[in-house]
C-alpha cells in the first residue's frame, strides 16, 4: 500500500458525479472545479466514481492525502436529513449522495484534510447530522440570493487561512 506522504506532490480525492447525455449515464466532473484546486496546491487530481458504491471506499483513502469535494448541478435527496422532498423537479445523485457522506465520514476519521465547495460543503452539513433548506427563497423568511442562471459572474474570491487545512 502507497504512502500518500511520500508524493511529491499531494494526492487530493475529488469525487464526480452522475450526468445524462444522449440517453447514456456517464460520471462526470466539472472542468471548473479542477484547475483551480490544482493550480493552488499543486496537488494531483484523483477522480473517483461514486456509481459503484462504497466497497473500495477505504482502499481510494489510503492513496490520497486529502479530499476535495466540489458543487455539481443536483440536490443531496432530503431523505438523507429525514425531509420529505419539497423540489421533486430538481436533479439529484442519490448515488454520489451515498458515497461522499460515507467519504466525509472516513476521511474524518482519518484525520484528511477536508473542503467543500457548494453541494460539497452541503455534503459535509448532512454527513455531520445537519439539515438544508430545499428552497431556500420560500423557507427562510429573509433569504440571501445564493441561485444564479451564471455561477460564473457570481464567482467570489476565498481567503486561505493559515494552519485551516
Known sequence: MPNPSSHSKPVVLMTMGAQ???????QVMTHKYIPPLVELSGCVPLLVPTCCGTADLEQYLDLVDGVYLSGAGSNIDP???GQENLTPEKAQDRDRD?????LVRAALDRGLPLLGICRGMQEINVALG?????????QYEEPEIHVHEDYDK??????????SG
Open 98 to 102: 451515498l458515497f461522499d457522506i460515507a
Open 20 to 26: 445524462a447525455r444522449s440517453g447514456h449515464a456517464y
Open 79 to 81: 431523505a438523507l436529513y
Open 130 to 138: 445537519g439539515t438544508l433548506y430545499q428552497d431556500i427563497a420560500t
Open 154 to 163: 457570481h464567482a467570489h474570491n476565498i481567503t486561505w487561512e493559515a494552519g
